[in-house]
């Protein structure tokens, strides 16, 4: 099952700089059916999220030491992750940390799989071969 459409950023690898010959990809899309949509530029709504997070890692990184071990890149990696998720409080999520949110989430289980599971806000119903 293809999807009906392709939502991506303006990167020459996604189309033609000028639009007058097909790249590879557009090709292929085109050919399985699929519609190609493009973000506008510098408007990340939709494209942006992960740009945004990896602005946040890069000025997190350039805050500290440059690290130089492996084992220094490691800590430096799960120091970010713990502040990312667990101490920094996130707009979207009205000033909640992402660990927060999650937490309020019930979480599936294999016992909870009697015909349908509650995840996300949304329910999601199991077949009774996969019971």
């Known amino acids: ?3 009906e459409t392709v ?3 303006q990167g020459r690898h996604f189309r033609s700089r000028k639009g007058n010959k097909a790249v590879f990809f557009q090709e292929r899309l085109t050919a399985l059916g699929v519609e190609q949509l493009h973000s506008r530029l510098s408007h990340p709504k939709n494209c942006g999220k992960p740009v945004r997070d990896h602005r946040s890692i890069k000025d997190y990184y350039a805050d500290h030491w440059p690290a130089t ?3 220094e890149l ?3 990696c799960d120091t970010f992750r713990c502040s990312y998720n667990l101490q920094r409080p996130h707009l979207p999520l009205n000033q909640e940390t ?3 949110a999650y937490a309020l989430y019930k979480k599936a289980t294999p016992d909870d799989t009697a015909g349908s599971v509650n995840y ?6 199991i077949g009774q071969a996969h019971t």
């Open 120 to 125: 996300r806000k949304r329910k999601i119903n």
């Open 74 to 76: 490691q800590k430096l």
């Open 1 to 3: 099952m293809e999807p």
């Open 7 to 9: 939502n991506q950023r």
């Open 98 to 100: 992402p660990g927060a």
């Open 69 to 71: 071990t492996i084992d």
